[in-house]
């Protein structure tokens, strides 16, 4: 049976620890009763020893268990922190063996989770390393600071990430909880749960909490700042309207700017408006043109063009790699903790192939690529970066008029095995001939999830094959010279 542990913290909001707690039952009690069914999942709070907890405000809960008991579970959820001046917990201390736990439990393929300033002990574990996250507003500069490598993002309310998913406001907790019962237990049980609970989908998913007392405590310039970029919306905004709506002269405002964030009034617009945009392709359905028009920019042309300078990907490709972090289809990758299949393990079985291996996603636009493993990025010379979110066509360059080409798209169409040899071409240009197999995969119910391409580079093989093909002709036309 699925188990989700509540992790209990010293230092935590007791709200949301009990919050947690009463959300998770409450949905399970309402999915038995409208299904008729078992329990969709076990439920356990646990601690460090098992000791009791006391929470920001000295109230003290008991737990269930301790954490050193539980060798294995499919999720941790944990709660918000108490967090002091600027927004730093002020526990963070004495956090280590519950973030070294969490993190053993993530890596054996648990989904593990935060609500608000609870991604700290996320981030105490080193699992915010590289990943988007979000928190409570009051915090996103502390955590910036204390975890470098972490990538947080201001106005989204959710994020997963690789199953790590962090919560932006302080009672963000049944948004936590919900998703959870979303990735582990489907739609249906997340669509009761959220009726049980009486969640309003709508409301959570469009705002952010901003308590902008809080934030004008931070730093009052750059976050007034900010907040006229951002609520300038479709406007055009230049250096000059930005002081002029700061109530200061272009000069002070670009000695402040530089100050506090090291930026030019221009570079600082634009920051603000790809961060906002960075959200827009996490959060919304929007297309890119549309959500360009939302975050400020004029044209579409020059938004891609700043949105890859400071993204490092273009817009469409960063909307797949972030559905690929998030995305419920991710589970084929992510499949639940358990001893046939861990996902960290698996990923390494893959990058040690010798064979490319390739995911296409079918259910997007010219079904790109959402997964490549490292052979694949040796054989062609190109980056995740270059070939995430892009049709693996890209490989032919020029050389189109191949009849492995046409087989190929037909397989695809049909979602039919196929078995070609192409033409391919590196990033350095160099021709490399690929043997592509293109298998359709599909769910329990037939459903098809993802299109797999395994990639072998028969460069040697083909050319040995040319040259013994010359020899032959060769020799046949010495035979028929013979006098
Ligand atoms: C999972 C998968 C992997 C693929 N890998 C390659 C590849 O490595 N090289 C290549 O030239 N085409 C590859 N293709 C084929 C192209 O994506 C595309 O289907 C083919 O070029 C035919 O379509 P087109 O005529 O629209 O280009 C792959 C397709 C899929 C579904």
Same mark, same amino acid.
């Given at each position: ?12 909001? #007791?709200?949301? %620890? ?38 920001? %405000? ?16 499919? =999720?941790?959820? $944990?709660? #918000? ?28 393929? $648990? ?45 989204? /309310?959710?994020? !997963? ?8 406001? /302080? ?125 400020? %920019?004029?044209?579409?042309?020059? %938004? ?11 817009? #469409?490709?960063?909307?797949?790699? $972030?559905?690929?972090?998030?995305? /419920? ?30 995911? =296409? ?6 079904? /790109? ?5 490292? !052979?694949? !990025? ?98 046949? $036309? ?6």
């Amino acid at each position: 049976m699925v188990k989700i542990v509540i992790a209990g913290i010293t230092g935590c909001l #007791g709200s949301a %620890f009990i919050g947690l707690a009463d959300t998770l039952a409450l949905a399970r009690e309402a999915i038995v009763h409208a299904t008729g069914e078992a329990p969709p999942f076990d439920l356990l709070t646990a601690s460090s020893n098992g000791a009791r907890i006391t929470d920001g %405000f000295g109230r003290s809960y008991a737990v269930d268990a301790s954490i050193e008991e539980i060798a294995c579970c499919d =999720a941790v959820l $944990a709660p #918000g922190l108490q967090v002091g001046e600027g927004g730093l917990p002020t526990s963070l201390t004495n956090l280590s063996s519950i973030a070294s736990w969490i993190r053993r439990q993530h890596s054996r393929g $648990a989904l593990v989770g935060a609500a608000g300033a609870g991604a700290f002990i996320l981030g105490e574990g080193g699992l915010l390393d590289g990943r988007r996250c979000t928190t409570n507003w009051r915090s996103v500069e502390e955590l910036k600071r204390r975890y470098p490598r972490a990538d947080p993002a201001r106005g989204a /309310p959710l994020i !997963e990430d690789r199953r790590v998913v962090t919560t932006a406001a /302080p009672l963000s907790w049944v948004d936590l909880a919900l998703h959870c019962i979303q990735s582990l237990c489907g739609e249906t049980a997340a669509r009761i749960a959220a009726d049980a609970t009486a969640f309003d989908g709508g409301s959570g998913q469009d705002a952010a909490y901003v308590p902008t007392g809080y934030l004008a405590g931070a730093n009052p310039f750059l976050i007034e700042a900010e907040r006229i970029v951002r609520q300038a919306g479709e406007r055009a905004l230049s250096a000059t309207d930005l002081a002029h709506a700061l109530s200061t002269s272009e000069r002070t405002l670009h000695r402040r700017l530089k100050e506090a964030s090291g930026e030019s009034p221009k570079s600082f617009i634009d920051r603000v408006r790809v961060e906002t945009a960075r959200t827009l392709l996490e959060t919304s359905e929007k297309s890119v043109k549309e959500l360009a028009g939302d975050a400020g %920019f004029t044209d579409e042309a020059s %938004f891609r063009r700043i949105f890859r300078r400071y993204a490092g990907v273009a817009p #469409g490709a960063y909307r797949v790699l $972030a559905r690929a972090r998030s995305h /419920p289809k991710g589970h084929v990758f992510a499949i639940r903790k358990s001893a046939e299949l861990i996902p960290e393990i698996l990923t390494r079985i893959l990058d040690s192939c010798v064979n490319g291996v390739t995911l =296409a996603d079918p259910d997007q636009e010219d079904a /790109p690529i959402v997964y490549a493993n490292r !052979e694949f !990025e040796r054989i062609t010379g190109y980056s995740q970066e270059d070939i995430i979110g892009h049709n693996c066509r890209f490989l032919q360059g020029n050389d189109r008029d191949q009849e492995g080409r046409a087989r190929a798209r037909e397989a695809v169409s049909k979602r039919e095995h196929v078995e070609v040899t192409l033409r391919n071409y590196r990033k350095d240009g160099a021709l490399f001939y690929n043997k592509l197999n293109i298998t359709p995969l599909y769910d329990t119910q037939g459903q098809l999830l993802y299109l797999l391409g395994v990639q072998y580079d028969v460069t040697a093989q083909a050319r040995a094959e040319a040259e013994i093909f010359t020899l032959k002709a060769r020799l046949a $036309a010495l035979a028929e010279n013979k006098p």
